[in-house]
């Protein structure tokens, strides 16, 4: 296992982590929408996936399963991971749909990262709630549901 000192993002370049008491730490405070305050911010290097990537020969035709919980920063996370995405080697993305998406540029964002994954040929399924377990339910980008989004290959069986 490496461990790699970095935020992910769809650009190289150093950002404040913003940092919230509750756990959701956000690069530039993304997501951190009301009642959530902001706290003190660390300067972090941010690098794309893909680029982070190259340091890891030994994934270079790995499948991979992706799990991004980044407070509202899913879309620009996923942007800088392009060219893996395209590579089809990517079975299974595992995101959060959180409150970070309610309104405002977020949603816009996020709408617009469903729309790339879907014409990279995955589907989007969610559990029924937080709460319960049960068979997936199709995700609708338009719902009011948070939490884990699984959005994979059409051609990978759930």
Not at 8 to 15: K, L, Q, R, S, T
Not at 50 to 68: G, H, M, N, Q, T
Not at 135 to 151: I, T
Request: with cysteine; aromatic share 6%.
């Amino acid at each position: 296992m490496s461990v790699v000192a970095a935020a992910c993002g769809d650009d190289f370049e150093i950002a404040p982590l913003v940092a919230n008491s509750t756990m959701m730490h956000s690069i530039r405070g993304v997501g951190l929408k009301p009642p959530f305050a902001r706290g003190p911010s660390k300067w972090v290097p941010v690098v794309t996936l893909d680029r982070a990537l190259v340091a890891f020969p030994c994934a270079a035709s790995a499948r991979i399963i992706l799990k991004v919980d980044a407070e509202g920063f899913e879309p620009q996370v996923l942007a800088g991971a392009g060219s893996l995405l395209r590579s089809g080697r990517v079975a299974i993305i595992i995101w959060e749909h959180g409150r970070a998406f309610a309104d405002g540029p977020e949603r816009a964002a996020m709408r617009r990262m469903v729309t790339v994954l879907d014409d990279l040929g995955f589907r989007h399924c969610r559990p029924p709630s937080q709460e319960t377990d049960g068979p997936f339910a199709p995700f609708d980008v338009e719902g009011s549901y948070v939490g884990n989004v699984v959005s994979h290959r059409a051609d990978v069986a759930l």
